[in-house]
Nanobody, 115 residues
Framework: QVQVVESGGGLVQAGGSLRLSCAAS????????MGWYRQAPGKQREMVAT???????NYADSVKGRFTITRDNAKNTVYLQMNNLKPEDTAAYYC?????????WGQGTQVTVSA
């Protein structure tokens, strides 16, 4: 079964950094877009950052200048580098991958930022 698996979450103080990884079980060339979404308790899931197969990126306004999404095609992995984290970044972060015939979601990884 094709899947994407997140890792790298954890507890960090405000101003700190984390790097999330999303590993796919097949070549990420098959996905025309991959991205990171997050959901805080009591809130709707929101887009954080996306990257297309051509490398174009898009970010939520709240993370621009702090988060960077990249992809390593050789490792079939997408990363989210998160710098200058804020308490409002606390959420479960989910990896998403979209191809012509399927949409995949990971199980999520928790990021908690303490003040």
């Amino acid at each position: 079964q094709v899947q994407v698996v997140e890792s790298g979450g954890g507890l960090v103080q405000a101003g700190g950094s984390l790097r999330l990884s999303c590993a796919a079980s097949r070549s990420i060339f098959s996905f025309y877009a991959m991205g990171w979404y997050r959901q805080a308790p009591g809130k709707q899931r929101e887009m954080v950052a996306t990257i297309t197969s051509s490398g174009s990126t898009n970010y939520a306004d709240s993370v621009k200048g702090r988060f960077t999404i990249t992809r390593d095609n050789a490792k079939n992995t997408v990363y989210l580098q998160m710098n200058n984290l804020k308490p409002e970044d606390t959420a479960a972060y989910y990896c998403n991958a979209v191809s012509d015939y399927d949409i995949l979601w990971g199980q999520g990884t928790q990021v908690t930022v303490s003040a």
